[in-house]
């Protein structure tokens, strides 16, 4: 069985500084993917960012990065130069290779200060 | 815009009645994927299928059911519904290559409230 534990329920941040979403994960498999989605106030679920586990490179979407260490099993997400449109529920997710189905964390919300 | 599309946006019943909540993936992809969210079990997978026929199933009911059809479009059927089963109802949809994972884009969703 797979697991997904976001550990923070709520983070905040002023406008234009930079915040840290913590994700950390448990798979037995080698091969998986990891995911950062976005929920605004309207509920669709928007894609951020997605990692291979096989890439030592971490991902890179414009303000949005991705701290990826492997050995502990933790995938966080680095949000740089906060916007007001930044403010949403964010989940992390995880899939297996060949067992496509998504495994998501509890989520975090944030909120963006002006 | 994610290009897939689920009808209704909004559904009000009763309990005990039954739903139909319909999925279209985005051109070209043949997986597509339900998920339940709810307040006390989070976001959940339910079934995926792939280009017609069932590849995967999650947490889903007895009561719930689902196809995908030869066009792709995808429904998922509940009922005898239940005061629980309110949730909003993702489709998600990613196209299949070999040896790549593909990235799931997610519908709107629909919101099912069960009184």
């Known amino acids: 069985a797979q697991t997904v534990t976001q550990s923070q329920p709520e983070m905040s941040v002023q406008e234009a500084e930079t915040v840290t979403l913590s994700c950390t994960y448990d798979?037995?498999?080698?091969?998986?993917?990891l995911f950062w989605y976005k929920q605004p106030p309207s509920r669709q679920m928007i894609l951020v960012i997605r990692?291979?586990?096989?890439?030592?490179q971490n991902a890179t979407e414009n303000r949005f990065s991705v701290n990826f260490q492997k050995a502990a099993k933790s995938f966080s997400l680095k949000i740089s130069d906060s916007q007001l449109g930044d403010a949403a529920m964010y989940f992390c997710?995880?899939?297996?290779?060949?067992?496509?189905?998504?495994?998501f964390g509890t989520g975090t919300r944030l909120t963006i200060i002006p | 815009d994610s290009g897939v599309t689920q009808t209704p946006k909004h559904l009000i019943t009763a309990t005990g009645q039954r739903v139909t909540l319909r999925c279209s993936p985005r051109s070209g992809d043949l997986s597509v994927y339900w998920y339940q969210q709810s307040l006390d079990q989070g976001l959940q997978f339910l079934i995926q299928y792939y280009n017609g026929e069932e590849r995967a199933k999650g947490n889903i009911l007895e009561r719930f059911s689902a196809q995908q059809f030869p066009d792709l479009h995808s429904e998922l059927n509940l009922s005898s519904l239940e005061l629980g089963d309110s949730a909003l109802y993702f489709c998600?949809?990613?196209?299949?290559?070999?040896?790549?994972?593909?990235?799931?884009?997610f519908g709107p969703g629909t919101r099912l409230l069960v009184l």
């Open positions: 998600a949809s990613s196209v299949e290559l070999e040896n790549l994972q593909e990235t799931q884009y």
């Open positions: 990692q291979e586990a096989y890439k030592q």
């Open positions: 798979t037995s498999e080698s091969d998986y993917y």
């Open positions: 997710g995880l899939s297996n290779f060949g067992n496509e189905k998504l495994t």
